[in-house]
Protein backbone atom coordinates (compact mmCIF):
# COMPACT_ATOMS: atom_id res chain seq x y z
CA UNK A 1 0.00 0.00 0.00
CA UNK A 2 2.84 2.59 0.57
CA UNK A 3 4.48 1.74 -2.13
CA UNK A 4 1.50 2.03 -4.31
CA UNK A 5 1.61 5.55 -2.90
CA UNK A 6 4.14 6.68 -3.29
CA UNK A 7 3.95 6.20 -7.29
CA UNK A 8 0.71 8.01 -6.95
CA UNK A 9 2.39 10.78 -5.67
CA UNK A 10 5.33 10.55 -8.24
CA UNK A 11 3.20 10.97 -11.09
CA UNK A 12 1.00 13.48 -9.56
CA UNK A 13 4.34 16.03 -9.12
CA UNK A 14 5.59 14.91 -12.95
CA UNK A 15 2.01 16.14 -13.79
CA UNK A 16 2.17 19.55 -12.09
CA UNK A 17 5.87 19.94 -12.94
CA UNK A 18 4.93 19.30 -16.51
CA UNK A 19 2.30 21.59 -16.30
CA UNK A 20 4.74 24.52 -14.77
CA UNK A 21 6.99 23.75 -17.26
CA UNK A 22 4.44 24.29 -20.28
CA UNK A 23 3.40 27.32 -18.40
CA UNK A 24 6.49 29.17 -18.15
CA UNK A 25 7.29 28.09 -21.47
CA UNK A 26 4.28 29.27 -23.09
CA UNK A 27 4.73 32.74 -21.13
CA UNK A 28 8.27 33.52 -23.11
CA UNK A 29 6.91 32.42 -25.97
CA UNK A 30 3.48 34.78 -26.14
CA UNK A 31 5.81 37.51 -24.56
CA UNK A 32 4.82 41.42 -26.36
CA UNK A 33 8.09 42.67 -27.07
CA UNK A 34 8.16 46.44 -25.34
CA UNK A 35 6.83 49.09 -27.64
CA UNK A 36 9.37 51.22 -29.24
CA UNK A 37 9.41 54.80 -28.05
CA UNK A 38 8.57 57.61 -30.38
CA UNK A 39 9.79 60.32 -30.63
CA UNK A 40 8.40 63.99 -31.61
CA UNK A 41 10.51 66.98 -33.07
CA UNK A 42 9.00 70.20 -32.12
CA UNK A 43 9.30 72.56 -35.42
CA UNK A 44 10.41 76.16 -35.48
CA UNK A 45 8.71 78.32 -38.23
CA UNK A 46 9.81 81.57 -39.34
CA UNK A 47 7.20 83.89 -40.75
CA UNK A 48 8.49 86.95 -42.78
CA UNK A 49 5.15 88.73 -43.51
CA UNK A 50 4.06 90.35 -46.74
CA UNK A 51 2.86 93.50 -47.91
CA UNK A 52 0.41 95.04 -50.73
CA UNK A 53 2.29 96.67 -53.47
CA UNK A 54 -0.16 98.10 -56.43
CA UNK A 55 -2.94 96.02 -54.82
CA UNK A 56 -1.13 92.40 -54.99
CA UNK A 57 0.11 90.79 -52.11
CA UNK A 58 4.01 90.84 -51.62
CA UNK A 59 5.88 88.45 -50.11
CA UNK A 60 9.17 88.86 -47.75
CA UNK A 61 11.70 85.99 -47.78
CA UNK A 62 13.92 83.82 -45.62
CA UNK A 63 17.08 83.51 -47.90
CA UNK A 64 19.40 81.07 -45.82
CA UNK A 65 18.74 78.70 -43.06
CA UNK A 66 14.99 78.10 -43.47
CA UNK A 67 13.30 75.96 -46.29
CA UNK A 68 9.86 78.05 -47.70
CA UNK A 69 6.38 75.41 -47.33
CA UNK A 70 4.22 75.40 -50.17
CA UNK A 71 0.61 76.43 -50.24
CA UNK A 72 -0.51 73.62 -49.05
CA UNK A 73 1.48 73.02 -45.92
CA UNK A 74 0.94 76.61 -44.97
CA UNK A 75 -2.71 76.01 -45.07
CA UNK A 76 -1.98 73.04 -42.56
CA UNK A 77 -0.92 75.46 -40.62
CA UNK A 78 -2.97 78.17 -40.85
CA UNK A 79 0.44 80.58 -41.68
CA UNK A 80 0.93 82.38 -44.97
CA UNK A 81 4.52 82.71 -46.62
CA UNK A 82 5.78 80.53 -43.64
CA UNK A 83 9.40 78.90 -43.93
CA UNK A 84 10.52 75.86 -41.71
CA UNK A 85 13.91 76.87 -39.63
CA UNK A 86 16.90 74.10 -40.72
CA UNK A 87 19.38 75.38 -38.39
CA UNK A 88 20.51 73.67 -35.19
CA UNK A 89 20.28 75.04 -31.91
CA UNK A 90 22.25 78.15 -31.00
CA UNK A 91 22.84 79.22 -34.47
CA UNK A 92 21.91 82.05 -35.37
CA UNK A 93 18.76 83.23 -36.84
CA UNK A 94 18.63 84.43 -40.46
CA UNK A 95 18.09 87.94 -41.50
CA UNK A 96 15.15 88.20 -43.41
CA UNK A 97 14.70 90.41 -46.90
CA UNK A 98 11.99 92.62 -47.57
CA UNK A 99 11.58 95.15 -50.71
CA UNK A 100 8.87 97.26 -49.32
CA UNK A 101 9.19 101.30 -48.56
CA UNK A 102 7.20 103.69 -47.01
CA UNK A 103 5.07 106.40 -48.66
CA UNK A 104 8.21 108.43 -48.75
CA UNK A 105 10.21 105.61 -50.07
CA UNK A 106 12.20 104.44 -46.70
CA UNK A 107 12.79 100.78 -46.86
CA UNK A 108 11.55 98.44 -44.24
CA UNK A 109 14.54 97.46 -42.10
CA UNK A 110 14.50 93.82 -40.10
CA UNK A 111 14.37 94.38 -36.46
CA UNK A 112 14.32 90.98 -34.83
CA UNK A 113 12.49 88.12 -34.69
CA UNK A 114 9.70 87.81 -31.67
CA UNK A 115 7.14 85.54 -30.69
CA UNK A 116 3.81 85.82 -28.19
CA UNK A 117 3.50 83.29 -25.34
CA UNK A 118 1.26 83.82 -22.23
CA UNK A 119 0.15 87.50 -23.43
CA UNK A 120 4.51 88.15 -23.47
CA UNK A 121 6.70 89.20 -26.48
CA UNK A 122 10.17 87.86 -26.47
CA UNK A 123 12.80 88.26 -28.99
CA UNK A 124 15.24 86.36 -30.23
CA UNK A 125 18.80 86.37 -31.88
CA UNK A 126 19.35 82.30 -32.13
CA UNK A 127 17.79 79.02 -31.99
CA UNK A 128 16.15 78.60 -28.81
CA UNK A 129 15.39 75.33 -27.29
CA UNK A 130 12.49 73.88 -28.35
CA UNK A 131 9.61 72.22 -26.09
CA UNK A 132 6.96 72.89 -28.72
CA UNK A 133 6.04 74.06 -32.00
CA UNK A 134 6.99 77.45 -32.49
CA UNK A 135 5.94 80.82 -34.46
CA UNK A 136 8.64 83.99 -35.14
CA UNK A 137 7.27 86.79 -36.77
CA UNK A 138 9.68 89.01 -38.23
CA UNK A 139 9.50 92.23 -37.12
CA UNK A 140 9.89 95.15 -40.02
CA UNK A 141 10.28 98.99 -39.16
CA UNK A 142 10.52 101.66 -42.02
CA UNK A 143 13.48 104.40 -41.29
CA UNK A 144 13.78 102.08 -37.96
CA UNK A 145 10.88 103.80 -35.95
CA UNK A 146 7.31 102.11 -35.43
CA UNK A 147 4.55 104.36 -36.59
CA UNK A 148 3.65 106.42 -33.22
CA UNK A 149 0.80 108.05 -31.91
CA UNK A 150 0.55 111.35 -32.97
CA UNK A 151 1.78 114.67 -30.72
CA UNK A 152 0.23 118.00 -30.02
CA UNK A 153 2.52 120.23 -32.53
CA UNK A 154 3.34 123.68 -32.32
CA UNK A 155 0.11 126.02 -32.19
CA UNK A 156 -1.98 123.76 -30.35
CA UNK A 157 -3.29 121.33 -33.08
CA UNK A 158 -4.43 118.27 -32.29
CA UNK A 159 -3.82 115.52 -34.58
CA UNK A 160 -6.02 112.96 -34.98
CA UNK A 161 -5.04 109.26 -33.63
CA UNK A 162 -4.33 106.50 -35.54
CA UNK A 163 -7.16 104.67 -33.83
CA UNK A 164 -10.19 105.40 -31.75
CA UNK A 165 -13.71 105.06 -31.63
CA UNK A 166 -16.52 107.77 -31.64
CA UNK A 167 -18.56 107.43 -28.96
CA UNK A 168 -21.86 108.69 -28.95
CA UNK A 169 -23.84 109.04 -25.57
CA UNK A 170 -27.63 108.28 -24.98
CA UNK A 171 -27.71 112.51 -24.30
CA UNK A 172 -26.35 113.04 -28.15
CA UNK A 173 -23.31 114.55 -26.90
CA UNK A 174 -20.04 112.51 -28.27
CA UNK A 175 -16.30 111.85 -27.23
CA UNK A 176 -13.20 110.87 -29.43
CA UNK A 177 -11.88 107.72 -27.12
CA UNK A 178 -8.67 106.78 -28.40
CA UNK A 179 -7.44 103.15 -29.46
CA UNK A 180 -3.76 101.41 -28.16
CA UNK A 181 -2.50 99.10 -30.98
CA UNK A 182 -1.18 96.33 -29.16
CA UNK A 183 -0.51 92.19 -30.28
CA UNK A 184 -2.22 88.85 -31.01
CA UNK A 185 -1.35 85.52 -31.75
CA UNK A 186 -4.03 84.95 -34.25
CA UNK A 187 -1.77 85.73 -37.15
CA UNK A 188 -4.69 85.97 -39.84
CA UNK A 189 -5.51 89.23 -38.18
CA UNK A 190 -4.81 92.48 -40.03
CA UNK A 191 -0.98 94.31 -39.64
CA UNK A 192 -3.03 97.66 -39.65
CA UNK A 193 0.95 99.10 -41.23
CA UNK A 194 2.47 97.19 -38.67
CA UNK A 195 5.11 94.18 -38.93
CA UNK A 196 2.65 91.93 -36.76
CA UNK A 197 -0.58 91.10 -36.42
CA UNK A 198 -2.47 94.08 -34.23
CA UNK A 199 -5.31 94.19 -31.88
CA UNK A 200 -7.18 97.35 -30.52
CA UNK A 201 -7.96 97.75 -27.20
CA UNK A 202 -9.17 100.28 -24.84
CA UNK A 203 -9.56 99.47 -20.92
CA UNK A 204 -12.06 100.71 -17.89
CA UNK A 205 -14.60 102.31 -20.96
CA UNK A 206 -18.07 103.67 -19.30
CA UNK A 207 -21.19 102.58 -20.99
CA UNK A 208 -24.70 103.17 -20.68
CA UNK A 209 -27.91 101.91 -22.49
CA UNK A 210 -27.92 104.00 -25.47
CA UNK A 211 -24.49 104.42 -26.05
CA UNK A 212 -23.28 103.73 -29.10
CA UNK A 213 -20.00 103.92 -31.34
CA UNK A 214 -18.01 103.76 -34.66
CA UNK A 215 -14.04 102.18 -35.17
CA UNK A 216 -11.79 104.46 -37.30
CA UNK A 217 -8.61 103.03 -37.79
CA UNK A 218 -5.75 103.56 -39.84
CA UNK A 219 -3.78 100.99 -42.12
CA UNK A 220 -6.52 99.20 -43.75
CA UNK A 221 -5.37 98.75 -47.37
CA UNK A 222 -2.29 100.87 -46.43
CA UNK A 223 -4.09 103.98 -45.84
CA UNK A 224 -2.26 106.31 -43.67
CA UNK A 225 -5.35 108.12 -42.50
CA UNK A 226 -7.76 106.69 -39.50
CA UNK A 227 -11.04 105.61 -41.88
CA UNK A 228 -14.56 104.55 -40.35
CA UNK A 229 -14.10 100.58 -40.01
CA UNK A 230 -15.08 98.14 -40.87
CA UNK A 231 -14.45 98.68 -44.79
CA UNK A 232 -16.29 97.12 -47.71
CA UNK A 233 -14.77 94.40 -49.30
CA UNK A 234 -14.77 92.99 -52.85
CA UNK A 235 -18.22 92.81 -52.68
CA UNK A 236 -18.58 95.99 -51.27
CA UNK A 237 -19.74 94.85 -47.91
CA UNK A 238 -18.62 94.42 -44.54
CA UNK A 239 -19.11 92.33 -41.17
CA UNK A 240 -18.56 92.90 -37.84
CA UNK A 241 -17.99 89.76 -35.51
CA UNK A 242 -19.36 89.95 -31.77
CA UNK A 243 -16.68 87.36 -30.17
CA UNK A 244 -17.19 85.47 -27.07
CA UNK A 245 -14.30 83.38 -24.78
CA UNK A 246 -15.61 80.01 -23.59
CA UNK A 247 -12.88 79.86 -20.97
CA UNK A 248 -14.21 83.22 -19.37
CA UNK A 249 -17.88 82.22 -20.19
CA UNK A 250 -18.22 85.92 -21.12
CA UNK A 251 -20.03 86.77 -24.63
CA UNK A 252 -19.93 90.00 -26.65
CA UNK A 253 -23.67 89.55 -27.42
CA UNK A 254 -24.64 89.80 -23.92
CA UNK A 255 -23.87 93.98 -23.56
CA UNK A 256 -23.69 94.75 -27.50
CA UNK A 257 -25.49 94.66 -30.73
CA UNK A 258 -24.42 94.91 -33.92
CA UNK A 259 -25.38 93.98 -37.94
CA UNK A 260 -23.66 91.03 -38.62
CA UNK A 261 -23.16 92.54 -42.28
CA UNK A 262 -24.11 95.08 -44.68
CA UNK A 263 -23.22 97.16 -47.72
CA UNK A 264 -20.73 99.90 -47.25
CA UNK A 265 -23.10 102.48 -47.21
CA UNK A 266 -24.49 101.24 -44.09
CA UNK A 267 -22.96 103.25 -40.54
CA UNK A 268 -20.91 100.20 -39.00
CA UNK A 269 -22.07 101.40 -35.45
CA UNK A 270 -21.95 99.09 -32.33
CA UNK A 271 -24.22 99.50 -29.83
CA UNK A 272 -24.51 98.95 -26.11
CA UNK A 273 -28.01 96.87 -24.90
CA UNK A 274 -27.72 96.29 -21.19
CA UNK A 275 -30.31 98.43 -18.66
CA UNK A 276 -27.35 98.98 -16.03
CA UNK A 277 -23.89 100.81 -16.74
CA UNK A 278 -20.80 99.42 -16.59
CA UNK A 279 -16.92 99.79 -17.18
CA UNK A 280 -15.35 97.76 -19.62
CA UNK A 281 -12.35 96.40 -21.35
CA UNK A 282 -12.61 96.05 -25.12
CA UNK A 283 -10.77 94.52 -27.61
CA UNK A 284 -11.09 94.64 -31.79
CA UNK A 285 -9.70 92.72 -34.68
CA UNK A 286 -9.96 93.00 -38.63
CA UNK A 287 -9.58 90.58 -40.59
CA UNK A 288 -10.57 89.37 -44.51
CA UNK A 289 -8.64 92.93 -45.52
CA UNK A 290 -10.57 94.70 -43.72
CA UNK A 291 -13.66 93.87 -44.06
CA UNK A 292 -14.68 92.06 -40.84
CA UNK A 293 -13.93 93.95 -37.48
CA UNK A 294 -13.79 91.53 -34.15
CA UNK A 295 -15.12 93.02 -31.38
CA UNK A 296 -14.40 91.40 -28.05
CA UNK A 297 -15.68 92.95 -24.62
CA UNK A 298 -15.88 92.25 -21.04
CA UNK A 299 -16.37 93.56 -17.58
CA UNK A 300 -13.27 94.79 -15.87
CA UNK A 301 -11.65 92.44 -13.13
CA UNK A 302 -13.44 89.82 -15.31
CA UNK A 303 -11.16 86.45 -13.99
Same mark, same amino acid.
Given at each position: ?????? %?I????M??C? =?GV????? $??T??S /?A??A?T?T?S??Y? @?P??????????????P?GA?? %???S??E??F?????L?T?D????L?????T?? $??????Y?F???? *????????Y???VP?L?E?T =??YA??????SQRK? /???PD?GT?VE?NHY??L?H?D?? *??N??L????????S?E?L??? =??A???VEGL???Q??? =???YT?GLK????AEK? /???????????T???S?Q?DN??? *?YLSA????????E??V???LET??V?????K?F?GG???? @?????????
Open positions: MKKICT %LLISVAVS =FMTASA $DTQY /PPLEAQKLL @VGTYLSGGQTVENTVSTK %LSAECAITDNAYCLRGSKPVPTSRK $DKDGNACNGWW *TIKDATVTYKSKTT =FFDWRADLD /PIIGIPLVQAGT *TEVKIRGFTNISATGYA =FAELKELKGDS =FVVTDSDKS /PIGGSNKRWSILEATKDTK *TLDSAYYTVPRTYIAGYNLYIYSSNMA @VYMEPMGLA
